[in-house]
Structures are given as C-alpha cells and as structure tokens.
C-alpha cells in the first residue's frame, strides 16, 4: 500500500523448478526413496489407456493432455517485477519446503 501498486499483478514465486526436483526434495526430507519418473511417452501410453478403460473406473480418469503437458515442462517465470517494485526478496524454494516439513513432520509427531 505505500509503494501505490493499486491494480497491478505480480508473479510471486521465488524461482521455477521441476516437479520432479521438489519431489525429490520432499521425499528426502520424509525419508521416502525416490519415485519413478516417467517419460513423455509412458505418460500418453497412459492417458491413451485412460480414455479406452477409463469407463471401468470413472474415478481414475484423470490423465490429460494438460496434466501431462504440466508434469513434463518448464514453465519460467520471472518475479523481477515485484522485486524491482516492491523491493520484495523471497525465501527460497528449498529453504520454504524444510520449514513446512518440519512443521508438518513436528505436529505428526505430537498427535497420537
């Protein structure tokens, strides 16, 4: 409120990563191994699967074109404008996640 940015839109992310970066992430810090990553390909194999089987279990169908597009590319954005403007600096992305997992992994130890 007191730069006046009344009306204007902001990227608010602290930088662009993959999935399957943060997965990995996510999966150390909780102790997990590390998940199968699947191709471009497999994942049509699937969504095709998906749109001939999918009448079997309707819940299930959930393989897009979209979510494979989303899942498999790296969209970069950039968050230069709310830095320049607001004179903002972000916490990073890996620092954000051991935060919120150790907040998440300290109240799952609490309740019984």
């Known amino acids: 409120m ?8 902001f990227i608010i ?14 999966r150390s810090k909780l102790g997990l191994k590390d998940a199968k990553v699947l191709s471009e390909f497999q994942l049509n194999v699937g969504r095709w699967a998906n749109i001939l089987f999918g009448w079997l279990i309707p819940k299930l169908r959930m393989i ?18 709310i830095k320049k403007r ?10 954000s996640i051991d ?14």
């Open 2 to 9: 007191e730069k006046n940015c009344f009306g204007e839109r």
């Open 13 to 26: 992310v602290a930088e662009g990563r993959r999935y399957t970066e943060l997965a990995k992430q996510i």
């Open 64 to 81: 897009t074109k979209s979510n494979i597009e989303a899942v498999s590319s790296l969209n970069t954005v950039s968050n230069s404008k």
């Open 86 to 95: 607001l004179d903002n600096q972000f916490i990073s992305l890996s620092e």
């Open 99 to 112: 935060f919120h997992l150790n907040n998440y992994m300290n109240d799952k130890k609490m309740k019984p």
